[in-house]
């Protein structure tokens, strides 16, 4: 099965989504940040993370309702997550797993070879680093959760529920899993992480066009998730 239409016009829902990016992620996003004493050159700790997050989450949520309501459809139908998630669903965790741990490194060789320091892995890494170094006790189980389950929950809803599903309605399936795919890589502003984020975005964005479901997509990107934060984990 394959995406073919979705409720939702691409004009409107794009329209709805920079507005709650640049309203939730951008200034709502650093008044919370400010407010926790935090600024936008520092790393984030994972209270100030979930913090952020939420907001700009919420924000991006409100969108997602609002543009739905407006084209007159349900919520849930117009992002593919009615129906429950289905024990076939589950190949997409081995493949978030696979994808994080041999796609993405095996994409970042040739780049290493060309640009050493500029891909080192300590680079690639160093962000997943900060936080991990940071959380202790409850600020580890307030990482895992806003990491492995708000993150894709979220973000699977707004780019490939809402934007690729309604771009897919213009220029097809496969010319708008990429272009989301291009713009989830782009939207978390770290240009060394782009090639990872862009493949990781590809095979989200594939679940849900051979499914028309968004369950299979958010559990790819919770196992991408919860692997990466494993491996950060492990090599210390």
């Known amino acids: 099965m394959t995406v073919t239409s979705s409720t939702v016009d691409f004009p409107r829902a794009i329209a709805a989504w920079a507005v709650a ?31 952020v997050a939420s907001v700009g989450w919420a924000t991006m949520l409100i969108a997602v309702v609002a543009v739905a309501r407006s084209a007159g459809t349900d919520t849930l139908t117009a992002v593919g997550l009615r129906g429950r998630i289905r024990p076939r669903d589950l190949w997409a965790a081995p493949a978030g797993v696979v994808t994080q741990l041999v796609v993405v490194p095996g994409a970042y060789l040739p780049l290493r070879a060309i640009w050493p320091e500029t891909f080192a892995p300590e680079r690639l890494s160093d962000t997943a680093r900060d936080l991990v ?40 399936g496969p010319s708008a899993v990429l272009v989301t795919s291009a713009l ?53």
């Open 133 to 172: 170094d940071a959380a202790a006790g409850a600020g580890l189980v307030l990482l895992v959760v806003v990491v492995v389950v708000g993150a894709p929950l979220v973000e699977e809803i707004v780019y490939r529920g809402l934007l690729q599903r309604s771009l897919a309605s213009r220029v097809g």
């Open 184 to 236: 989830f890589a782009l939207i978390h502003l770290r240009w060394v992480e782009f090639p990872g984020l862009l493949l990781a975005g590809l095979l989200f964005g594939l679940a849900l066009q051979l499914t028309d479901r968004l369950g299979p997509a958010i559990i790819a990107h919770a196992a991408f998730n919860l692997t990466g934060l494993i491996t950060v984990f492990v090599t210390g």
């Open 21 to 51: 990016w640049v309203v939730g992620g951008g200034v709502l996003g650093a008044a919370v940040l400010a407010a926790l004493g935090g600024s936008s050159g520092e790393p984030l700790t994972p209270i100030r993370l979930a913090a």
